[in-house]
């Protein structure tokens, strides 16, 4: 059975209280403009998750947790080929790179830091498919939805303190002039030198977050940060009005949303 609807009238949180209360099994799906995930959940449990922008490399996540060196990933790399991920992480175990609990816990932080960034999510199409298994190729965890809830729930407080401090990305940035400061002597990650590179005037902050691949919570914690560091100021970008945040949405009818929720919480137990 199908269960379908909007974000803007269940949230997603709502939605994976849920599952978990329900002890549910199948894959929710989440859409937006470009992009869509998937989630496997078995009896209420997170098993599987793949973002449609975002491919998960496993070697990649083997060298970034320092298990595997460079050198070990080019080699591994060629040898790996044709291998799926599950074919891979049993070749890995097997030849002594990793175990299978180094494995089962790079991917659960990987699935946990990606699930997280769903509960931010105000609009977006949803879809339940009951009974949808994860897929043969991968490898399945077993994760809480408990802690995801709460830990999502802390990240939705961040993300609205992070958009009372910027509440629109149409504005720009521009370098704050401070006499004898040399940005060059500043430790700054490598994502916040991509966000540096591009500060100017003419550049919206959404424009910064487009060319360097950041979603609008993880340019907003950059700007944040070099705010916070006296670094930039906010400004208008040149020439242009301010436009009002794309994700304005209309005021609710109160009765009409309540009644929603108990029509979509009732679908989900029928299920």
């Given at each position: 059975?199908?269960?379908?609807?909007?974000?803007?009238?269940?949230?997603?949180?709502?939605?994976?209280?849920?599952?978990?209360?329900?002890?549910?099994?199948?894959?929710?799906?989440?859409?937006?403009?470009?992009?869509?995930?998937?989630t496997?959940?078995?009896?209420g449990?997170?098993?599987f998750?793949?973002?449609s922008?975002?491919?998960?490399?496993?070697?990649?996540?083997?060298?970034?947790?320092?298990?595997?060196?460079?050198?070990?990933?080019?080699?591994?790399?060629?040898?790996l080929?044709?291998?799926?991920?599950?074919?891979?992480?049993i070749?890995?175990?097997?030849?002594?790179y990793?175990t299978?609990?180094?494995?089962?816990?790079?991917?659960e932080?990987e699935?946990?830091?990606k699930f997280?960034?769903?509960?931010s999510?105000a609009?977006?199409?949803?879809?339940?498919?009951?009974?949808?298994?994860p897929?043969?190729?991968?490898?399945?965890?077993?994760?809480?939805?408990?802690?995801?809830i709460?830990?999502?729930?802390?990240?939705m407080?961040?993300?609205?303190?992070l958009?009372?401090?910027?509440?629109s990305?149409?504005?720009?940035?521009?370098?704050?002039?401070?006499?004898?400061?040399?940005?060059r002597?500043?430790?700054?990650?490598?994502?916040?030198w991509?966000v540096?590179?591009?500060?100017?005037?003419?550049?919206?902050?959404?424009?910064?977050?487009?060319?360097?691949?950041?979603?609008?919570?993880?340019?907003?914690?950059?700007?944040?940060?070099?705010l916070?560091?006296?670094?930039?100021?906010?400004?208008?970008?040149?020439?242009?009005?301010?436009?009002?945040?794309?994700?304005t949405?209309?005021?609710?009818?109160?009765?009409?949303?309540?009644s929603?929720?108990?029509?979509?919480?009732?679908?989900?137990?029928?299920?």
């Amino acid at each position: 059975m199908t269960l379908e609807g909007n974000l803007r009238d269940f949230s997603f949180t709502q939605l994976v209280n849920l599952i978990n209360l329900a002890n549910r099994s199948g894959a929710l799906y989440v859409e937006k403009p470009g992009v869509t995930t998937r989630t496997v959940f078995q009896n209420g449990k997170l098993a599987f998750f793949e973002k449609s922008d975002e491919k998960l490399s496993f070697l990649k996540s083997l060298t970034d947790h320092k298990l595997i060196t460079a050198s070990q990933h080019r080699l591994l790399r060629e040898r790996l080929s044709g291998m799926n991920d599950h074919e891979a992480g049993i070749y890995l175990v097997n030849a002594g790179y990793t175990t299978l609990d180094e494995v089962l816990s790079i991917l659960e932080k990987e699935y946990a830091d990606k699930f997280r960034h769903l509960f931010s999510w105000a609009d977006g199409f949803f879809r339940f498919e009951t009974g949808e298994l994860p897929p043969d190729d991968h490898i399945v965890v077993h994760l809480n939805l408990e802690n995801l809830i709460v830990e999502g729930a802390r990240e939705m407080k961040e993300i609205e303190e992070l958009k009372s401090e910027i509440p629109s990305l149409d504005m720009a940035l521009k370098f704050t002039e401070r006499p004898g400061t040399d940005i060059r002597n500043v430790n700054l990650n490598s994502t916040e030198w991509r966000v540096i590179s591009y500060v100017n005037p003419k550049n919206t902050i959404q424009q910064i977050a487009a060319t360097t691949g950041l979603d609008e919570i993880e340019i907003r914690r950059v700007v944040y940060t070099l705010l916070q560091a006296g670094l930039v100021e906010i400004i208008r970008p040149d020439g242009l009005p301010v436009a009002l945040p794309s994700n304005t949405l209309p005021v609710k009818n109160p009765k009409e949303h309540k009644s929603l929720i108990k029509r979509l919480i009732d679908r989900i137990r029928s299920i």
